[in-house]
């Protein structure tokens, strides 16, 4: 009820540059929607109100321009284009497709969309023309002070291209929906195309590595953005999904109340330090399903099982200190919210499904 309380607040009419209901992040420190933050409450308000879900995903794609490229955040009053955001729209699309029905009108405008933003970071995005769409600022990444960016750098990021991947398999998806056979095979083949080529320059002894864009150099950090990458699952040679996974799964990251940003033992860690340390929503998702879809079930519910228990201690803060589960920052924020009503529902439908199985038994 809390949580649905706080989203509730959060939503604002149109007016302005809001050509639709939005969520905003926050009525404190946040009064606006950010490009990967409002994919998190478009899943939480799937199969609930698959318009006010739909709106979510819409909203910046609302001001998306010619180029493919949609704002880094936008309010009724103000619209940011100094910061791209990672580009999880397919990812969510996707997930979103199994929790609700978009008409043939919807699935149309969202693979235009999608498209378009893909070939965005391609063409405007890869300044060597390597194949490798780059960060160019840790803001642009959403974890915006990792140690990843601590040289402050243009980067190549395992993470942004695994995005794109899925992206990709939305769009093989969608084209497969809307009966467009040369389509589907198409991004299929580049889906295909581009996870060789991550696994041939971002692997390094079975671990996804950041690289220096202008010299290939391999940056070293502990922080988890690398790891993201991680959603591309069974795309993934088995030698990488396993160590990417032994490694989110120590005691150096998950702690009693989920996943540290940074390892705890790393030397850059700091308790309250946004991506130097503190447990995230959306990445503790995006780790959840892409444990998931390893195969890794019983770490998946681990994880989830932390998150919920984070949030009745420490609030829908917007990030939370990894050793003590205490909320930080912002301290009622929506994607929190979001991802925790996201994961109780799937706790509740995993409950009932036992339930089911023991009443037959």
């Known amino acids: 009820r809390e949580a649905a309380y706080l989203n509730w607040t959060c939503i604002k009419n149109e007016e302005g540059l809001l050509k639709r209901k939005a969520m905003f992040m926050s009525n404190s420190n946040f009064p606006g929607v950010w490009s990967w933050d409002n994919a998190f409450n478009g899943l939480a308000l799937a199969g609930v109100d698959d318009q006010l879900a739909w709106d979510q995903i819409q909203c910046l794609f609302d001001h998306q321009d010619d180029k493919g490229q949609i704002p880094g955040s936008i309010s009724d009053s103000t619209i940011r284009w100094n910061f ?106 580049e889906a295909q195309k581009y996870t060789e080529l991550f696994c041939d320059y971002f692997i390094v002894d079975d671990l996804p590595v950041a690289r220096y864009t202008r010299t290939g150099e391999k940056i070293d950090s502990e922080g988890y953005l690398p790891l993201v990458s991680l959603i591309l699952a069974d795309k993934l040679p088995e030698s990488v999904r396993k160590k990417i996974i032994e490694t989110l799964s120590s005691d150096r990251y998950l702690t009693e109340w989920g996943i540290a940003s940074e390892a705890i033992d790393s030397p850059l860690y700091e308790e309250d330090a946004y991506w130097r340390g503190p447990i995230w929503a959306p990445t503790t998702l995006l780790f959840i399903d892409a444990f998931e879809a390893c195969g890794e079930q019983k770490l998946a ?51 009932n499904r036992e339930r089911k199985q023991a009443a037959t038994v």
């Open 301 to 351: 519910d681990e994880v989830a099982e932390k998150f919920l228990k984070l949030c009745k201690h420490g609030g829908f803060a917007e990030n939370f200190h990894a050793e003590t589960g205490e909320g930080l920052r912002d301290l009622a924020h929506t994607w929190t919210s979001s991802v925790f009503i996201h994961l109780a529902a799937r706790q509740q439908e995993k409950n």
């Open 84 to 189: 791209s955001k990672p580009p999880v729209q397919g990812l969510f699309v996707l997930k979103m497709i199994d929790r609700m029905t978009l008409t043939q009108a919807q699935l149309e405008q969202m693979y235009q969309q999608i498209e378009a933003h893909v070939n965005f970071y391609f063409r405007y995005k890869d300044s060597n023309q390597d194949g490798i769409p780059e960060y160019h600022h840790g803001n642009d990444s959403g974890q915006d002070n990792s140690t990843v960016f601590r040289n402050a750098d243009i980067i190549d990021s395992p993470d942004l291209l695994a995005f794109l991947i899925k992206s990709m398999d939305m769009l093989a998806v969608a084209a497969g929906k809307l009966d467009r056979p040369q389509d589907k095979e198409h991004w299929e083949e």
